[in-house]
């Protein structure tokens, strides 16, 4: 049930002053200020690595599996514990983890590039810099996905509520303009620091943003669930779920424990207390939730997309620059893949009114798919600097139908899960996703010479492919059909048809 933004009294005043509009302005402000930080690290960690060890993608590639593996693992248990503390200990837990592990990993990139000698002169502590930079990223991306959920699953929703249908829509496609707008400017300006600058310039800008902005993310957001009664019903309604010594995985009691052990003819009996035990863990409970969600078909193929080296990511970053693609043409052509993933967000809304949520995640997923026909054609194209200019053009475009399908399955998943399964349901897509992030990893890992990217760019093709194929599955499960043949037919001239 839909519950009104704000009570009668402030409904009156909200004629003038719309109180809620400054306070969505603070939600936008702060997770813009959030994802900036983000996306300078996105951007700039392949960039690092590939300078820390040069002609091979290998500590790249580490870096991405222990950063996808940490999502994939903890993931679901991520989404759990926003599901159960309240929203104001989420926010303090999700930024000052965040900011701390994004400091402590600038803080080792920034010595590993003031020092290059250390692989050579002092190979154990070079790796243990290695390794605290991996630790520390993959922590702060854990944090990260926490506010993730927090915003994008939680607070956008309870705001909607009592607003026309549409509201959400709008919301979705501010959320994530804002994403990609971070995405067009943070590695633009990244970029022309390292290559007009330094390298170690970047990474010290860096630790510099996550020290001074983490205070003035938290002071916006914060302002934003005291000034809408929406946010703090909802916190209240969601504390009262679980009892106070309600933790996330209690053990077993030693009467349990007990029952577990076997007992002369009782089998049967000690599988089913097993089983049930099992069931009861609470990363067995979070997929037990999402497998049971009429959307896991379009979750699997949103997730299916991150099996990709066919993105601005790490791995395609460093071989372009391996190919000698400078770092702030690099940046300028993903500010260029943003800017067309903002244009997919104002497309979005538009599409959506008219061809309803499924038709359009249908429309774009295969809008996607043909641009990266762009992508595999480069693949044969003998001239590098051709090549990598079709890889990135090819790229580029396909985000057009990339973030519209990705807006379409987030909505979808808004509109048919239950409020008490969404962060659930969050945790465990993303924890999809960074498999499918990791699996790219551990290709970059086994294909490491950048000569053989044009083998990880076929897989990734056929990645998207069977995404394609998958929603279509979904698609005729929920519709009965693809398309309207008779309305095609309609438009076929009659005298064609007779021919």
Not at 190 to 207: K, P, R, Y
Not at 332 to 340: L, N
Not at 460 to 472: E, G, I, Q, R
Request: with cysteine.
């Amino acid at each position: 049930m839909r519950q009104p933004l704000l009570c009668n009294s402030q409904k009156q005043d909200s004629k003038t002053n719309d109180p809620v509009s400054s306070l969505l302005i603070y939600l936008y402000v702060g997770h813009f200020l959030s994802r900036w930080g983000a996306r300078m690290w996105e951007f700039s960690v392949g960039l690092y690595m590939i300078n820390i060890w040069p002609d091979s993608l290998l500590v790249t590639a580490i870096y991405g599996a222990a950063e996808a593996a940490s999502t994939m693992l903890f993931g679901p248990i991520i989404g759990r514990l926003v599901d159960r503390l309240s929203y104001i200990q989420v926010l303090r837990l999700w930024l000052f983890i965040q900011n701390i592990s994004f400091i402590v990993a600038g803080g080792t990139v920034t010595a590993l590039l003031l020092y290059p000698g250390l692989r050579i002169s002092h190979f154990p502590l070079f790796i243990s810099l290695i390794i605290i930079t991996n630790i520390s990223g993959a922590i702060g991306v854990l944090a990260t996905l926490a506010g993730t959920i927090l915003v994008e699953r939680e607070w956008v929703v309870v705001i909607s509520n009592g607003q026309p249908p549409e509201a959400l829509t709008q919301m979705n496609s501010v959320i994530r303009r804002i994403d990609l707008v971070c995405k067009l400017f943070a590695p633009v300006v990244s970029g022309f620091i390292i290559s007009f600058i330094s390298l170690t310039d970047s990474a010290v800008t860096f630790t510099l943003w996550n020290i001074v902005s983490v205070s003035v993310i938290y002071w916006l957001l914060s302002s934003v669930y005291n000034g809408i009664p929406a946010l703090i019903e909802n916190s209240q309604k969601r504390n009262a779920r679980f009892p106070p010594n309600d933790s996330i995985e209690s053990p077993p009691s030693l009467q349990e424990t007990e029952s577990l052990l076997p007992h002369k003819g009782s089998d049967s009996a000690v599988r089913h207390h097993l089983i049930e035990r099992v069931s009861k863990i609470p990363y067995v409970q979070a997929w037990t939730v999402y497998l049971q969600q009429d959307v896991v078909l379009p979750g699997i193929a949103l997730a299916l997309l991150f099996f990709t080296v066919l993105s601005f990511g790490t791995l395609m970053t460093a071989t372009l620059q391996w190919e000698g693609i400078p770092a702030y043409v690099i940046g300028i052509m993903r500010g260029i893949s943003a800017t067309i993933g903002i244009a997919a967000t104002l497309l979005y809304p538009i599409l959506h009114s008219r061809i309803s949520t499924l038709r359009t995640g249908l429309w774009s997923i295969w809008m996607q798919w043909t641009f990266l026909l762009v992508c595999v054609a480069s693949v044969w194209v003998r001239n590098s600097y051709l090549s990598a200019w079709l890889l990135m053009g090819g790229v580029a475009a396909s985000r057009l139908g990339l973030w519209m399908f990705d807006l379409s399955v987030m909505q979808q998943m808004q509109d048919h899960v239950r409020e008490s399964d969404r962060c659930v349901v969050g945790g465990v897509q993303h924890s999809i996703q960074s498999m499918m992030d990791l699996l790219t990893c551990i290709m970059g890992i086994f294909i490491s010479n950048p000569k053989d990217f044009w083998k990880l760019s076929v897989l990734s093709f056929s990645s998207v492919t069977l995404a394609a194929v998958l929603y279509c599955f979904h698609i005729y499960r929920v519709r009965k059909h693809l398309f309207h043949f008779e309305k095609l037919l309609s438009v076929i001239p009659w005298s064609i048809r007779q021919s």
